[in-house]
Structures are given as structure tokens and as C-alpha cells.
């Protein structure tokens, strides 16, 4: 196991020997303590201190648990959707894993990608790869990302990917993602569990979206649903599972060619190779394509692939008998970028996944437009106001519109 199957095998509980019961004791411990320093942080910014509100509408995609939800698939759809509504929207990423992310950094200008990935980190380079119309930016600093997509690309809306505890940059609307099969991060903050603030922090979710709901059992989802219910009633709650799109070589996602139909090459016997937050997760999902999957081989969450791991890799693939290996699109980021991965002697299949609603989507889109819409109108009113007072000067009546 891998330092971060460890981890998630001590604050599970899983490992119930003596060693685990005494980490699980010292991290809680710990967690206290981080547990007081987020209540304080939330505190100020509860006050409305330290927060700056900028021109355009703003909405954040982010959660309350470590690991992945599905924030990358929820943030292209946004954009979509935008893009869809006639607004031109850039995506402010801290750039996890990128080179320096204490710079602001300009990823892809309206599709045209202008970095390498080691520059920007896996997310938010597949980000400015899927979205051929929007921009996307990184940086620690997401007020400093806010003024660049204004100022120098023209945005006229901000998706924030990873937004939820960031909270220096006012945000319009918030959507949290749930993962249906690890809800509540073992019920305790880190580092004794994976919250990465405590539960009463949903209180500022405008919107929850239930992510990978057909890998548990509908009552389990049935249970949360109630849960919520009983946490922040009046919230609207949508579930949505991880819909395959579509399956690609390596090479031809590298360059940008057609993939194929899911289900293609189902035949052979496929090893999953990730590095995300969940390898299971992926897992559940090839294998509810109909491919027959002989081995997980799961890397920590933003791995970065060496040459090294290839060769065990293919070690790995040998051993079991695999004919082909998937991946993530996100680690198809990295590993597309190594030589060696060229000399394996077996096809690499890259399995693209969007986020799909079981119910509620055209809800959820109106809700989003709804949003829009009366931001539009408030900015329109009060450039109006301004119109009016400016003709009181000049003598002379202005036509505005919002866009």
C-alpha cells in the first residue's frame, strides 16, 4: 500500500491494530486543533472581513471532504452551460501541483492552451484542454486570478474549481459535491478524518450535488438524502453519477482525435491504472461499462508518473495478464508526457468521464440560469442608476445593456 492507503486505512478504522489505534488517537488530537484555526478562519470571513466582491458573477464548485468528487467533470459542465447562455466564463484554479502557484498564470486564453501541464498541474490543464471556448487561470491567489480574467481576457463569469473553502473571493452561488460512497470523511476533520472543515460549514452551500450515486446502495443514498435534510433543510439536493463519454487511445487524446464508443475493447482484460483521490471509484465505473477488469493499480491522488512507475506498471500488467491498461484523463495529463510510455508493448486506453444527472437536471440548469439572470438584472438596474445620474450631468440619455 501506498502512503495514502495507509492513511485511509488508519482514520476509517479499517486497521484496528494497536499501531492504528494509537495514530487514529494522536490524529485526533491534531485535528482539534486544526478544527479551532478553520472555526476562526470561517469566523472572520463570516464577518465579511477580508472579502472582496468583484464586477462579474462569480460561482464556486467545491466540497467539504479530501479527495475527488467530481469537480473537474461539474466545472466544464458549468462552463458549458454558461457557454451555452452566451457568456464567455474563465475558471480560476489554484493549480495544485503546478510548478509555482504562487504566481498567477494564464493556463489557456479561449481555448488555446499556452503552457505545458508541468506548468499548470494535472486539473487545470485537462480543464483548459476540454474547454475549447473558456479560459483558465491558476494561482493561490484567486483575487489576483479574478482581476487578470477581467481586466486582460474579457471574462463576464468566474467558475472557481476547488472555491468552497476559499472564501477571500466572494462567490454568488455555491455548489458543494457530496461523494455518495465517503460522505462525511470518516466524521472527523483532518487529519483524523477528511473533512476539510466541519459539517455545520454546509450552511453556506447554495446547491449540493450527490456525485457517484450508483456505486452504493439506494438506501444508503436514501439515508444521506434524510441526513441532509435534517442538517440544512431547504437546500436543493441533486444526485448524479460518472457518466463514461467516450474511450481513447493515448496517442489520439494526446492529439486531440475522435475516441470511441464505450464498450470498445471490452473484450480484452483490462488493468486500472490511476492516480486520483479514489482508484475504486474507478474501478466500479469500468467495470459498469462491461470491462473486464483483472487488476487496480491506484497511485496517490495527483500522482506525478516517473519512468520508474511505468516499468512497474507494465510489471504489474504482465503479472496479471492484462491485454490493455486504462486511465483517467487526468492522469493521461502526465503520463502522456513521459517517453518510456511509448515503449510499452500493450495498448494504454484513456476513458473520458463526464458528470451526469439522474433527476433534476433541467432543475439544476434553471436554477443556474435563474442565477443568471437576476445578477444580470441587479447589474443592469444599477448601470441604469448610473446612466441616469450621469444624463442629470450631461444633458444627454445613455442606452446600456448587461451582457
Known amino acids: 500500500m501506498n502512503g495514502e492507503d495507509i492513511f485511509k486505512s488508519i482514520v476509517s478504522g479499517e486497521d484496528q491494530s494497536i499501531l492504528g489505534n494509537v495514530a487514529r488517537a494522536g490524529l485526533l488530537l491534531l485535528s482539534k486543533g486544526y478544527k479551532k484555526a478553520v472555526t476562526m478562519r470561517n469566523a472572520k470571513f463570516d464577518a465579511n472581513k477580508g472579502v472582496v466582491k468583484v464586477s462579474v458573477p462569480v460561482i464556486s464548485v467545491g466540497n467539504i471532504t479530501a479527495g475527488g468528487t467530481g469537480k473537474t467533470p461539474m466545472v466544464r459542465l458549468i462552463c458549458d452551460i454558461l457557454g451555452q447562455k452566451g457568456f464567455h466564463p474563465t475558471v480560476l484554479s489554484r493549480g495544485y501541483r503546478a510548478k509555482d502557484n504562487s504566481q498567477n498564470t494564464i493556463i489557456s486564453k479561449h481555448g488555446s492552451i499556452l503552457v505545458e501541464p508541468e506548468e499548470s498541474g494535472d486539473e487545470a490543464w485537462l480543464l483548459a484542454k476540454v474547454l475549447s471556448k473558456s479560459s483558465v487561470i491558476i494561482g493561490r491567489n484567486r483575487i489576483e486570478s479574478a482581476r487578470i480574467a477581467i481586466e486582460e481576457l474579457g471574462a463576464d463569469y468566474l467558475v472557481m474549481d476547488d472555491g468552497f473553502q476559499h472564501r477571500a473571493l466572494h462567490r454568488d452561488k455555491d455548489i458543494v459535491l457530496i461523494d455518495a460512497s465517503n460522505p462525511f470523511g470518516y466524521e472527523h476533520v483532518l487529519p483524523r478524518g477528511l473533512l476539510r472543515e466541519p459539517m455545520e460549514g454546509l450552511a453556506r452551500a447554495d446547491i449540493i450535488v ?93 500522482h506525478d508518473f516517473s519512468d520508474d512507475d511505468v516499468v512497474e506498471i507494465w510489471k504489474q500488467a504482465f503479472a496479471h495478464q492484462a491485454k490493455a491498461i486504462m486511465i483517467t484523463e487526468k492522469d493521461a495529463v502526465k503520463l502522456s508526457q513521459l517517453h518510456t510510455i511509448e515503449d510499452l508493448k500493450i495498448p494504454i486506453l484513456v476513458l473520458s468521464i463526464g458528470i451526469e444527472f439522474i433527476s433534476g437536471k433541467q432543475e439544476f440548469i434553471g436554477l443556474l440560469y435563474y442565477f443568471v439572470g437576476a445578477v444580470c438584472a441587479v447589474g443592469a438596474t444599477v448601470l441604469a442608476m448610473m446612466a441616469f445620474a450621469m444624463s442629470r450631468v450631461t444633458g444627454r440619455s445613455k442606452y446600456i445593456t448587461w451582457v
Not at 433543510?233 to 444526485?239: A, D, I, L, M, S
Not at 492529439?255 to 490511476?274: F, K, Y
Not at 462491461?290 to 495527483?302: I, K
Request: net charge negative; charged share 25%.
Open 210 to 302: 450527490l456525485t457517484k450515486v450508483d456505486q452504493v446502495d439506494p438506501g444508503l443514498v436514501a439515508a444521506l438524502r434524510k441526513r441532509l435534510a435534517r442538517m440544512v433543510p431547504q437546500k436543493p439536493v441533486y444526485e448524479t453519477i460518472h457518466k463514461p463519454r467516450a474511450v481513447y487511445t493515448l496517442d489520439a487524446w494526446a492529439n486531440g482525435d475522435e475516441g470511441h464508443p464505450i464498450g470498445t475493447d471490452s473484450d480484452l482484460p483490462i488493468m486500472a491504472v490511476s492516480g486520483i483521490g479514489n482508484p475504486k471509484s474507478f474501478t466500479k465505473t469500468l467495470e459498469g461499462c462491461g470491462y473486464d477488469v483483472v487488476h487496480t493499480m491506484g497511485f496517490g491522488d495527483h
